[in-house]
C-alpha cells in the first residue's frame, strides 16, 4: 500500500506540473491604457494555475523568451508589427509553441497579415475577404473551443470583425450569418505540433465578457487539441430570393475530415430566423462516420420556405456534432424571404 501511494503521489505532481503552464502575454496598454486584454489573460491565465510572464512588445525583437514559453498570447491586435516581429511570432509557431495571436476587423492590420504568414508556414492559405462592423451576435463558438473544458455556444459582444477563408489547414469555429470571424490553424502533417487560434475582435477579450472562452482557448491551445473535421455548405448559383408564397432552393454539402482517425458524428440542418431564433432541424443524420485524412462526396439538400415564414434576412445552417449538445463545426449560406402576401 505505501508504495502504492508514493505511485499514486507521484503521478499527481507530474500531472499537475504538466497542467501548470507558463505563458507569455505581451502587452496591449502602452498603446491604450484602456486595451486591458493583456491583463484579463494573465487574470484568466492565472485562475487556471498557470503562471504569465507580461512582457513588452520589444520582447518581439528577438526569441529569448523562447525558452519559458509554453504558450505565446499577442493581446494586442492593433500593436504595429515590424518584419522582425513579425518573423519572431513565425519562428515560435515553428518551434512549436502555441500561439493566440489577436486579429481586428481592420484586415490591413498587422496582426492580421502574421496571420496569414502563420497559415502559409503551417502550408496552407488563407484570405481575409472583407470586415462586419456593429455587434456580431448571435457569434457561434464551434468545435474544441466551444467544449473543452466549458460549454460555450455564443459570444457576445464581439464588436466589429474581420471575416476570411482558409484552406484544409484552417479550422473555423467562430461564425456570424454566413461568415467566419474565428480559426485555428495546424500543419496537417504526421506529430505535427503546431497550432495557433485567431479571433477577429478584441473587444470581447477587452470587456472580459467570456471568460470561459478564454480558459478553452488557453487549455486547447496547450493541449495541441484541433477539432479536426469541418462542414461545408454552399449554393451554386444567384442570391436565394424566396418569394411571398414561398418555395424551395437547394444547396451543395461536404464534409472534411483532417485527422488519422475516422470520426462519428451526427449532421442536421436548421435555420435562423430574422430575429436570430433556431428552427429545426429539418434533416437529422444521428451517425455519420468519415473516414481519415478523407472528405464525402458532395451532397446536394433541399430546404423548403413556407409563404407563411416571416419576411427577412435568415441563414440555412448544416452542422454537425451532438445534436442539442455541442456542435463540432457549421456552415451557412443567407437567403432572404419577401413580403408575406396578403389578401
Given amino acids: 500500500m505505501k508504495h502504492l501511494l508514493i505511485v499514486l503521489l507521484m503521478i499527481g505532481v507530474l500531472t499537475s506540473s504538466a497542467f501548470a503552464a507558463h505563458i507569455v502575454i505581451i502587452e496591449s496598454t502602452s498603446f491604450d491604457p484602456t486595451h486591458l486584454m493583456d491583463q484579463n489573460w494573465a487574470n484568466v491565465a492565472t485562475g487556471m494555475g498557470h503562471t504569465f510572464s507580461l512582457l513588452p512588445q520589444t520582447a518581439l525583437d528577438n526569441n529569448a523568451f523562447f525558452a519559458i514559453c509554453d504558450l505565446l498570447i499577442v493581446s494586442s491586435g492593433v500593436i504595429p508589427l515590424s518584419a522582425t516581429r513579425r518573423n519572431i511570432i513565425r519562428q515560435a509557431y515553428s518551434a512549436g509553441i ?4 489577436q486579429t481586428e476587423y481592420d484586415i490591413t492590420y498587422d496582426t492580421n497579415q502574421t496571420w496569414v ?33 466549458n460549454a460555450v455556444n455564443q459570444l457576445l459582444a464581439f464588436r466589429d470583425g474581420a471575416y476570411g477563408t482558409g484552406s484544409r489547414e484552417v479550422e473555423t469555429n467562430l461564425h456570424f ?13 504526421t506529430g505535427a505540433v503546431n497550432l495557433a487560434a485567431t479571433s477577429s475582435d478584441q473587444y470581447w477579450v477587452k470587456m472580459l465578457t467570456n471568460p470561459p472562452l478564454m480558459e478553452n482557448y488557453i487549455r486547447n491551445l496547450l493541449s495541441y487539441n484541433a477539432t479536426e473535421v469541418q462542414i461545408r455548405c454552399w449554393h451554386n448559383g444567384p442570391p436565394i430570393v424566396i418569394p ?15 485527422g488519422w482517425t475516422a470520426q462519428t458524428f451526427a449532421a442536421w440542418t ?4 430574422p430575429n436570430n431564433n433556431i428552427f429545426g432541424p429539418f434533416l437529422y443524420f444521428p451517425s455519420v462516420t468519415v473516414p481519415p485524412n478523407s472528405t464525402t462526396p458532395t451532397y446536394t439538400i433541399s430546404q423548403n420556405v413556407p409563404a407563411w415564414a416571416p419576411p427577412g434576412t435568415y441563414y440555412f445552417h448544416t452542422a454537425i456534432g ?7 463545426n457549421l456552415d451557412s449560406i443567407q437567403f432572404t424571404k419577401l413580403v408575406v402576401a396578403t389578401d
Avoid: C, H
Fill in 117 to 149: 504568414d502563420l497559415v502559409q508556414d503551417a502550408a496552407g492559405t488563407f484570405s481575409w475577404n472583407g470586415n462586419t462592423t456593429g455587434i456580431l451576435e448571435p457569434m457561434w463558438v464551434t468545435g474544441t473551443v466551444s467544449m473543452n473544458p
Fill in 98 to 101: 502555441p500561439i493566440y495571436l
Fill in 322 to 328: 451532438s445534436f442539442g449538445n455541442f456542435i463540432l
Fill in 244 to 258: 411571398n408564397t414561398g418555395g424551395t432552393f437547394s444547396a451543395q454539402t461536404k464534409i472534411g475530415n483532417t
Fill in 270 to 273: 436548421q435555420v435562423e430566423l
Fill in 177 to 189: 450569418g454566413d461568415q467566419e470571424y474565428g480559426w485555428y490553424v495546424r500543419p496537417l502533417v
